[in-house]
């Protein structure tokens, strides 16, 4: 499969990183990200669910900045404020040439300066759990114009009532929304979620290792 049908600002990227073809998993999961349907993706550290992850949500918003500014586009939901870090650094090899805003937030940081900050506009909000709800629960956060909703290495969704959160906050969002849900395993928690929003989402496996990387 190659990179024809791609964005073509992403395929420079690709490009210059000289990536010349999709590692296994990407050529299964990005297909049904572009086609607009929620997928869970399972695989093991380094089957490539990051940069399939950001390849997708790249596609999917088309490489620039939304003209209404108050709307994220997508949402990814990660475990602790070191993963909106990690990931935000990796969208960052991607996305330094284009207008697109990444906004990381976690509960470390000043809550009304985040409120402030997103309120001015983001593309794409890598965000922990506890933080989205505040953010959402007090106005801060417009979900209208959300494409994609995202639930980075879902493992931690089994700790603490984070399963319940993203299942309360899935019922906020608009039926262009889809979902991407990505873990090493198929575990219970996220499972469950093919009873609600997750009714008719694809699943893509694999346990081919690529890289070191995720």
Known sequence: MSFK????TL???LESKNITSYAPFQKKIIPHIKAGKSVYGIGPKGAGKTTAL????LQKLKCEAFEDEDSPRCIIVVKDKQ??????????E???HTNLR???AYSEYDLEKQREEVYHGVDVLIVTPKRLNKLYYQNSLHMGELLLFCVYDAEFLNRNNYHND???LSESVSNKCKFVILADAMHKKIE??????MFNAEVVKTKTVVSEEN
């Open 54 to 57: 950001i390849m997708g949500v």
């Open 94 to 96: 991607y996305t330094k």
């Open 166 to 168: 993203i299942l309360r």
């Open 83 to 92: 993963a909106t870090w990690d990931l935000a650094e990796r969208f960052e």
């Open 5 to 8: 049908k791609l964005h073509p």
């Open 11 to 13: 395929k420079n990227v």
């Open 102 to 104: 990444v906004y990381k």
């Open 192 to 197: 469950n979620y093919r009873e609600t929003f």
